[in-house]
């Protein structure tokens, strides 16, 4: 195919991802989009050409369980090639790292709502110069619990703030945007579905509360500052379980708030390190730990091989 009969193709493609992802009139004015957080840009990479086969986005804090998400994939999947040969996309650049294996890509968030949300108006973005459609979007991760056991993979019906409202507040030019943390329903079904044929990986569907920090913000007793004493903290707590929230972390509601605005299917799966009624620091071994975290993964790859229809 020439490049002119693929970029007459690629505009109409294009118009129609713009008009269902993307938000921002202003972008039609730019002569490139340079994402800066991925180093990648329109005018330097073939973007279609590099993601346009995607059909799954993975995202999570850390850069190292992306790389080692990416090899799963990529095993489970039975693709060609070496898992050696998985690069990090955003080498260039040491803000965030990023993998494409066949129709997945797995990317670093970092830690917290603005970190996350930089990395999500890039990543939105990218989807929608590489002309990409039928998207679900993930967020893997961990999180506390809140009355579930330690290892129990949580999947995510709202993302809640601290006041347990199922929306994220963004100051936007001195004024507040509330946009809803609702998610796709369908999406969050079939993954509890899906659940009950892995073998130990206890799954539950509830409400995630993200807050804006890790201590304090989330009723630690072990903080540099705390201002609330324990039973202050377990009557929060017990608040937040009658309200139907299952985990804690901290970036869901701004992942669920801009996916749904897109029209991102999305869901959020955590699974728990601790269950935070019995304690505040994580305290399990190392290996243990390293088995609670491949739980989302395992369950995330197992709905991914269901979609593309590599198990009955």
Same mark, same amino acid.
């Given at each position: ?47 279609? !050409? ?33 898992? %050696? ?64 056991? %330690?290892?129990?993979?949580?999947? &995510? ?38 659940? &009950? ?10 409400? +995630? ?8 913000? !989330? ?33 869901? +509601? ?17 699974? +728990? ?23 989302? !993964? ?15």
């Amino acid at each position: 195919m020439s490049p002119i009969l693929l970029n007459s193709i690629g505009k109409e493609h294009h118009d129609y991802i713009k008009q269902e992802y993307v938000k921002n009139p202003h972008l039609d004015s730019m002569e490139e989009d340079i994402l800066y957080h991925f180093n990648l840009s329109t005018k330097t990479h073939n973007l279609p !050409q590099m993601f346009g086969d995607v059909k799954f986005v993975c995202v999570g804090g850390s850069p190292n369980r992306m790389k080692s998400f990416a090899e799963f994939i990529h095993e489970q999947l039975k693709l060609p090639g070496n898992i %050696a040969d998985v690069r990090d996309i955003c080498e260039g650049t040491d803000r965030y790292s990023m993998y494409k294996v066949g129709p997945v890509m797995s990317i670093s968030h970092g830690m917290g709502v603005p970190s996350i949300s930089i990395m999500l108006h890039e990543l939105i973005k990218l989807l929608y110069h590489a002309q990409c459609s039928d998207l679900i979007i993930f967020r893997i991760g961990t999180s506390g619990g809140v009355g579930l056991p %330690a290892g129990t993979v949580v999947i &995510t019906e709202k993302a809640v703030d601290s006041f347990f409202r199922p929306q994220f507040d963004q100051v936007v030019l001195g004024k507040m945007i509330v946009r809803s943390t609702e998610l796709d329903e369908d999406v969050a079904k079939e993954l509890l579905k899906y659940s &009950t044929e892995l073998p130990d990986v206890p799954t539950v569907i509830g409400d +995630t509360m993200c807050t804006h920090d890790f201590y304090e913000g !989330q009723g630690r007793l072990d903080g540099a500052l705390c201002s609330f004493s324990t039973e202050e903290k377990f009557e929060y707590l017990k608040k937040a379980y009658d309200k139907g929230v299952r985990n804690i972390e901290m970036e869901s +509601t701004v992942f669920a708030a801009m996916c749904r605005v897109c029209n991102l299917k999305a869901a959020v799966v955590c699974v +728990t390190l601790l269950n935070r009624f019995e304690g505040d620091q994580i305290s399990t071994p190392h290996d243990v730990l390293l088995d609670y975290q491949q739980r989302p !993964q395992c369950l995330v790859a197992h709905f991914i091989k269901k979609r593309l229809g590599l198990m009955l």
